[in-house]
């Protein structure tokens, strides 16, 4: 909504379906976007961008991404890197139409690089946003939060999959390093 400025009806795609990238899948559906493709390597998450408004959903273990977008949607207005892979980030540009943006959401390793071919960014006018935190305003964007929460529009509520007691933090850990459900809550 902020970073990107996406408008009704613009396309997009949405790698890593945690809790940062049904975010961005409630984000798109709130602004109007259409189509919007979610990719992840867990069934129940991608389960979960649908009922979030994902319109389409792949495997990011078995489905060429890239080639999809160009196959099917001509490319993609905006392509949503939520996992923090500069090997995902660098596929990016490859799903985009011309004039598209690959966002960079998820936090990549402070030292970590990546490449991409130079000229089809500049020939096609490609483009690449950093964004952390959404590109909020916390005094502007987290009332407006709660209002669209309240309003039923905005389900925060269910992006919590599992609520545990502090002393299973291991468990928990290992849960997000192995895709299993989206996010868990710890409890003193």
């Not at 559906?29 to 390597?41: S, T």
């Not at 979030?52 to 990011?60: I, N, S, V």
């Not at 273990?61 to 999809?68: G, K, L, S």
Request: charged fraction near 20%; aromatic fraction near 4%; charge should be negative.
């Amino acid at each position: 909504m902020n970073t990107a400025d996406v408008r009704p009806g613009e396309s997009a795609v949405v790698i890593g379906t945690g809790g940062v990238g049904l975010s961005v899948v409630m984000g798109l559906r709130l602004v109007g976007a259409d189509p919007i493709v979610a990719v992840d390597l867990s069934p129940e998450r991608l389960a979960v961008a649908e009922r979030f408004g994902a319109t389409h959903t792949l495997d990011g273990a078995h489905d060429d991404v890239a080639a999809w977008c160009r196959r099917e949607l001509g490319g993609v207005d905006y392509a949503f890197e939520a996992i923090g892979s500069p090997k995902v980030v660098e596929t990016l540009p490859g799903m985009l139409a011309s004039g598209g943006a690959a966002v960079l959401v998820g936090m990549a390793a402070t030292d970590a690089t990546g490449s991409f071919n130079l000229f089809d960014l500049a020939d096609q006018g490609k483009r690449i946003l950093g964004c952390n935190y959404g590109s909020s305003v916390g005094e502007i964007d987290i009332p407006k939060l709660a209002r669209l929460h309240l309003a039923g529009r905005l389900p925060l509520d269910e992006l919590i999959g599992v609520t545990r007691p502090l002393s299973e933090a291991a468990a928990a850990l290992d849960d997000l390093r192995s895709n299993t459900g989206v996010r868990t809550i710890l409890e003193p």
